[in-house]
């Protein structure tokens, strides 16, 4: 099976803008969840899917918002970018909300200037 | 916040040595998780141990957990130079949800040829 695809891998973009990234999950995987990994916070849950809903969100301002698609695929969308939104950005996906093991993309590195 | 804090934060060694990572955590789990990661890259998971487990085996690592002191170790034996990565322990927030983990810190170790 393929892994777990994020797009892009590199991004650059400047403070005020917005920015959408994506992950594709591997196939027959319904639950994706993304974090947030700074040198200064480490790795910070943002979002967690499970069949198109939102079960769980991370302590982020609300410019930072997802969604999940039918097929399981998923994007999230940071608005008004800031300075401190530079991160690597990963997804990572399971078979269902009940299963422990994530699986995790390559991931996004976005930098903000 | 962080749950897992790992100890040390870096820790270089010669191939063939073992390596001893450490992670203490906070609140009760049901089961602590070890990843690694490349250069800035997506993590890997590499072994999962429950809660009602007190050591677990997997190749050359070797996962022990101690509940009454909230702590668990990751030991690598024989370690090679491709075992050079960031190594994170994580657990589940909880809440019916396991994809909403918790990461320490992190331990980066150097395995020098």
């Known amino acids: 099976k393929a892994g777990v695809t994020q797009t892009p891998r590199y991004l650059i973009k400047t403070r005020g803008q917005q920015v959408t990234l994506s992950c594709s999950p591997i196939?027959?995987?319904?639950?994706v969840s993304w974090y947030q990994q700074t040198p200064g916070q480490g790795l910070q849950f943002l979002f967690e899917?499970?069949?198109?809903?939102?079960?769980n969100k991370g302590n982020f301002p609300g410019r930072f918002s997802g969604r999940q698609f039918s097929n399981s695929r998923s994007e999230m969308n940071v608005s008004t970018l800031e300075l401190g939104d530079s991160a690597l950005y990963l997804c990572a996906s399971s078979q269902s909300s009940g299963t422990y093991e994530q699986y995790f993309g390559p991931g996004t590195r976005l930098t903000v200037t | 916040s962080q749950q897992g804090e790992e100890d040390p934060q870096a820790l270089s060694i010669q191939e063939g040595e073992n390596a001893t990572m450490n992670c203490s955590y906070k609140t009760s789990i049901n089961n602590l998780q070890w990843y690694r990661q490349n250069s800035g890259r997506g993590l890997v998971h590499l072994i999962l141990i429950r809660s009602n487990e007190r050591e677990k085996h997997s190749g050359r690592l070797r996962v022990t957990l101690d509940t009454s002191k909230k702590s668990s170790s990751l030991l690598i034996t024989a370690s090679r130079a491709a075992d050079t990565a960031s190594y994170f322990c994580a657990t589940p927030r909880g809440g019916g949800s396991q994809g909403n983990l918790i990461f320490g810190k992190g331990t980066k170790l150097s395995v020098k040829p």
């Open positions: 196939s027959g995987h319904r639950s």
């Open positions: 899917y499970f069949s198109e809903t939102q079960r």
